[in-house]
């Protein structure tokens, strides 16, 4: 299956997920204290687990940024309870999914009431939430990918979803924002897979292609042995020779961003391009080094961003969102 295909059909997921669930009402009611506490809760957890993440949004008005931490603690919380062993039960992804999306949330339950607030100030739809939990629990029945086309249907269930629901948030000009931000989760998901090929290893999962693997003639021994040979560089620089191209195709999306996120959206995006960046530096020895930028790696990127984003706050429209 060609590219166009494989985007195409995530193209037509995400259009189900607008037009599902469309009938739900979101009538709980808020109180203030509560709100505010559940707000920053999702902040810590965020500040804790993501520190890129956290600096990103900071460049946010204070609304979206709230709403958008509540996303990744939504997130976050959903990963952890299909990847802890200790708490993790058959039904406990459909448990998270009834307490994080359908009716009023647990008063004891700070993640669900900041996110649905945070899906009715913005109007988000529950689908792509819906899509998203899917997508983690995918992990419990797979472990391996047979082809790309497979891999980035799995990108877009863990990934182009929380980009989707971002762009609610940080608001857009119209639909052709919409391919982007699958495009572009896809590619941010792939620099995750390519960081944390050995940690996923140890838990039993490889998030490559397999036939892939095999054109290269590389096998899971080079995963479980730490083999950096001509091999495995040659499969990893392919891997991320894709993973730039995707990048830079949905790069342009930023412009249909509104001009107060973009800063932000284009920190996250330049945060990740710098773990692949060390990846190739480090010769794609992703065994005996973690691919990672540090505090102030970050910090410094910041005067760059704020440079190639000052080109695209000069385009002012209407937007779709708040």
């Known amino acids: 299956m060609n590219p166009a295909n494989w985007q195409h059909r995530l193209l037509e997921k995400s259009k189900s997920a607008r037009e599902a669930y469309s009938s739900q009402q979101l009538d709980f009611e808020f109180t ?8 920053g809760y999702c902040d810590r957890l965020t500040s804790i687990h993501s520190k890129s993440f956290h600096l990103a949004s900071a460049m946010l008005p204070p609304e979206k940024r709230k709403a958008t931490r509540a996303l990744y603690a939504f997130c976050r919380t ?8 200790i708490r993790f039960n058959e039904n406990a992804a459909e448990d998270w999914r ?4 359908v009716g009023a949330p647990l008063a004891n339950d700070p993640v669900s009431l900041a996110w649905l607030h945070a899906r009715k100030s913005f109007d988000i739809p529950v689908g792509y ?7 983690v629990a995918a992990d419990l029945t797979k472990q391996r990918y047979l082809n790309f086309d497979e891999l980035a249907e799995y ?3 863990v990934a182009s979803t929380v980009g989707l629901m971002s762009m609610c948030i940080v608001g857009y000009r119209d639909e052709e924002a919409v391919p982007h931000a699958i495009k572009l989760g896809v590619a941010l998901q792939l620099i995750n897979i390519l960081r944390d090929i050995s940690e996923d290893y140890r838990m039993g999962r490889v998030y490559l292609p397999q036939d892939e693997m095999r054109s290269f003639n590389v096998s899971e021994l080079h ?8 091999n495995w560089r040659a499969f990893m620089k392919f891997q991320i020779e894709r993973v730039h191209q995707l990048y830079n195709e949905s790069w342009r999306g930023v412009n249909y961003l509104h001009p107060s996120g973009r800063m932000a959206i284009a920190a996250a995006l330049l945060f990740y391009k710098g773990i692949l960046n060390k990846i190739e ?3 794609y020895d992703v065994f005996s080094q973690r691919a990672a930028l540090s505090g102030w790696g970050k910090i410094k990127m910041i005067p760059r961003i704020w440079f190639e984003n000052s080109f695209q706050t000069a385009q002012s429209f209407n937007v779709t969102s708040k």
Do not use: T
């Open 281 to 283: 530096q480090n010769n």
């Open 98 to 101: 009834a307490r994080a999306l």
């Open 32 to 39: 203030g204290e509560a709100l505010e506490a559940a707000y």
């Open 129 to 135: 939430a819906h899509q998203l939990i899917d997508g």
């Open 155 to 157: 990108c877009y269930g």
């Open 78 to 85: 959903s990963d952890d309870i299909i990847d802890n062993p």
């Open 223 to 230: 995963i479980r042995d730490g083999i950096n040979d001509e």
